[in-house]
C-alpha cells in the first residue's frame, strides 16, 4: 500500500510541475542576401505577462563563411541602451534570461512583458546568401528574487606609486576561453595590480565583479566597443551599468557624444589594435576624439609597429594621445597574447579606479613586456626634474640631462627618441643598467624610451616627457 502511496504523490507532483511550467515556443525564419552585410536586423517577438525565462536559439547555413552576431533587447526598447539585456556577437548560438540567472554576455532581472527584439547583424555573407532561424521559447514559473548587481570595489589603497596591470581582455563574456574566477586567479598569479575588463559590447561582466573582491587585485570596469566594420575601441573606467552603444558609422558624427558618457564616468576612450588586418588601418573613426592608442596588443609583431609609427607621427604634429600595451588575452596560457604581455605601468596617486584612470590620462605610464621589466625615466633641467606625462616648466636654451635606470633588460638596445628621429642609443648587457645622457634642452619637442631586443622584439616603451 505505501508503494502506492508513493506513486500517486509522484504523479500528484508531475501534474503541479506541469501546470507551474508553461512553455511556448515562436520560429522565426529570414534570408540575408550579400549586399545587406553590416545591416541591423531588429526580430521582434511578444512576451505574455508572467514570463519567467527566455531561451533563444539561432541557426544558420554556411557557417564556414556565414557570421550571424545576435543580441537582445527587452521592452524597454531597442533604440538606447535602457532596453539592452545582452550581446554574445558571433561566439555563441543560444543564450538564456531569468530573473536571477543569464548566459554568460546577457543580463538576469525582470522579464518585462511587451515586445522584445532579437538583434542580428551579419559580419559575414557567402555568396549565396545567409538563411537564418531563431526558435525563441517563452517560459512561464514561478517568480523569484530578481538580480541585483555588485560592484567592484573602486578603492584598494590610497598609497602612491608604481601598479602593474592589463588594459584589455576577453573572458565567456564574450569572445574568451575563460570565465571570470580563472581570470582573476591568474591576474593574482601574475601579481598584476589591477585588470579592467573589456568584453565586446556588453557590460555583463561588470555586474559581477563585486563577487571578486580581494585587497590586492584592483577590478575596473570597461567595454570594448566592437563594431566589425568601422575598427573596436575600449572604453576603460565606466560605471558598473554604463553600456556604450556600438551601432553607429564614423558618418553618422555621434562618436564624441559616445566619447563623453565615458569621460562622463571618469573613465578614457582608447583605440585598439588600429592596423588589425594586414598592415590596413581598420580604424575608421576620427583618432582626433580619442585620448589613446593601444599601440602594443599582445606578442610584439609587424602589425604592433605600424601603431606605434602612426601614433609617433601624431606626436611629430603635436597630437598628443597615451600609449597603451595590453594582451587582449582570449585563451589561458600558452597562447602569444598571455594575461599580463604587455602590460601599463602607471604612476597613480593609489590603487583605485580614479587614480589609475587619472595616472594614465596624465600619461605617466609605460608598457613593459611582463612583469620582469621595469623603468625609471626622467629629465633634469635648470634644478628641475620631470618624469612620463610631464613638462618641463619653462622654455630655455642649454643642457639637460636624461636619467634612465631599467631592469630585467638583458642584452637590449635602448634608443631615445625625440620628434626629429633617434637622439641616442645605449646597448643595455645587464640586467639593471643606469644611464645618463646629456641632450640640448631645445632639440625636441618631447623625448621618449623604447627598448628592444637585438631582433627589434619590444621590450618596454615609454609615453613621451614633454619638452
Ligand atoms: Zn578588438
Ligand atoms: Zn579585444
Redesign the pocket.
Known sequence: MKKYIGLFTLFQCLVFFAAAQDSSTVVKKGYIPTARIFELLYVPFDVPAGTTEIRVKESYDQMNVNVLNMGVYDSKGDQGITGFRGWSGGAKKEFFITEVAASTGYIAGKITPGTWNVLVYPSGIAPAGLNWMLEITLISGRHQKTFTARPAARQINAVPGWYRGDL???SLHSDGRRTVEELVAEAKEKKLDYIIS?E?NTNAANLNWGKYNSGNLLIINGE?V?STRYG?WNAIGLDTKTLIDWRYAPADHVIGKQIEKVHHDGGLAII??PFYDKGDKTFKFDEQEFDGIEIWNGEWNALNAIALKWWDDLLRKGIRKIAIGAS?T?KSSGSPNNLGSPQTVIYAQGLAKDAILEGLKRGKAYIAATHNVALQFTLEYAGKTVGMGEQLPENGTGKAIVHLTVTGCKNTVMTLIGNKGTMASRKIPADTETIHLTIDRDSSSYIRIEIRKEDQAMVALTNPVWL
Do not use: A, F, S
Request: net charge negative; hydrophobic share 10%.
Open positions: 584589455h581582455m576577453h573589456t565586446h570594448e566592437t573596436h585598439n589594435h587582449d582570449h
